[in-house]
């Protein structure tokens, strides 16, 4: 079975700083890779996704995903975060040949952004 | 439209009592799922449906069932709460692959 991890479980900012999360998965084939945000108090919502082309993803609100499969990862930057960033982040990732479409997800990243 | 929504948005329930957790997607999605989310655990599949008439498990299938009771609705059930359920759970839905998943607000269980 796949696995995603993102080894930074807590991130702390200045606004204005620049911001990189991690995320690698453990499968072999083809995947479709996604990152999810939320924000304090609501449900998850989809900040970008790769599912084939070019490698470099941008998303809403100035993310931007970089995926590179030799390294099996799909990290997230933002060159200069905001006070309203401050949220969880989720990596997901979805095999490409999943027929039932399940994603696998990170175990999250909760970013706080200093203001 | 909608989009996905969930009730109840809390729930407090003791040991043993049952409850069903409802979903229902107003986007004619084919595929609904539902997770549970736990610090530091991410989300965890509990049970999926790729097509009306169809459920398969996840990841974390134990202590739960669930009913795909049409195209529009997807039902959780927990027949004997143990603490150990205690999470906030999400329903999820997709129209048809390869795309992202829509989710819905979350319910946040409570079991004593």
């Known amino acids: 079975a796949q696995s995603v991890s993102q080894h930074n479980h807590h991130v702390i900012l200045s606004e204005a700083a620049s911001l990189e999360l991690g995320c690698n998965y453990s499968y072999g084939g083809t995947v479709n890779l996604f990152w999810y945000v939320q924000y304090p108090g609501q449900h998850l919502q989809l900040l970008l996704k790769y599912f084939s082309g070019d490698p470099l993803v941008k998303g809403i609100k100035g993310f931007e995903a970089e995926f590179i499969k030799s390294k099996f990862s799909f990290n997230l930057r933002k060159p200069s975060v905001q006070w309203s960033d401050t949220a969880e982040y989720f990596c997901?990732?979805?095999?490409?040949?999943?027929?039932?479409?399940?994603?696998?997800f990170g175990g999250g990243t909760r970013l706080m952004v200093k203001p | 439209n909608a989009g996905v929504t969930q009730t109840p948005k809390f729930q407090v329930l003791k040991t043993g009592q049952s409850m069903t957790l409802q979903c229902a997607q107003d986007?004619?999605?084919?595929?609904m799922y539902w997770y549970r989310q736990d610090p530091g655990m991410g989300l965890r599949l509990i049970y999926y449906s790729a097509s009306e008439g169809t459920t398969d498990k996840g990841e974390v299938p134990n202590g739960y069932n669930v009913s795909r009771l049409n195209k529009r609705e997807f039902s959780l059930r927990l027949e004997s709460a143990a603490p150990s359920q205690t999470s906030v759970y999400f329903c999820?839905?997709?129209?048809?692959?390869?795309?992202?998943?829509?989710f819905g607000p979350g319910t946040r269980l409570l079991v004593l």
């Open positions: 986007m004619n999605h084919n595929s």
């Open positions: 997901a990732v979805n095999p490409a040949n999943n027929a039932g479409n399940m994603l696998t």
């Open positions: 999820a839905s997709i129209p048809r692959y390869p795309n992202t998943q829509y």
